[in-house]
């Protein structure tokens, strides 16, 4: 199956391209783990120590990439689309899952959870 230009094009702009331009540009600064709490996203500071994101940092990396995305597109309507809210909201979704950032509480130098104990006990 061919895909024509203008397809090749568009498919550059959709959400999971820019989730992958944003992995393929920060797999070795950003980490995401799904079982901390409050935090999710970590960055890796200058001495290679795993930060909690306090500042939300990666979203505004992931905003980085979206601007960039939309100042390449020749469609206004696509452009604003790429840097709305729920465009960005969208593609910092889709890199969570990307095996190459996740990663487990362990992966960023945190202790393992605290096993709890059965009912009424520990």
């Known amino acids: 199956m061919s895909i024509d230009l203008e397809t090749e094009f ?9 989730a992958l331009e944003f992995v393929r540009l920060w797999q070795h600064g950003v980490r995401y783990v799904q079982s901390t709490s409050p935090y999710k996203w970590f960055v890796c500071d200058a001495d ?5 994101d306090n500042t939300n940092e ?6 980085e990439i979206c601007r960039e995305a939309a100042r390449r597109c020749d469609d206004t309507e696509l ?3 790429i840097c709305s809210a729920a465009g960005i909201s969208a593609v910092e979704r889709l890199a969570r ?20 104990g059965k009912a009424g006990v520990g």
């Open 97 to 116: 899952s990307d095996r190459r950032i996740a990663t487990t509480r362990e992966g960023v130098g945190l202790p393992p959870p605290k096993k709890r």
């Open 79 to 81: 452009a604003l689309t």
């Open 58 to 63: 990666v979203l505004s990396l992931v905003r």
């Open 48 to 52: 290679g120590n795993w930060e909690p």
């Open 10 to 18: 568009a498919l550059q702009f959709t959400q999971d391209a820019l």
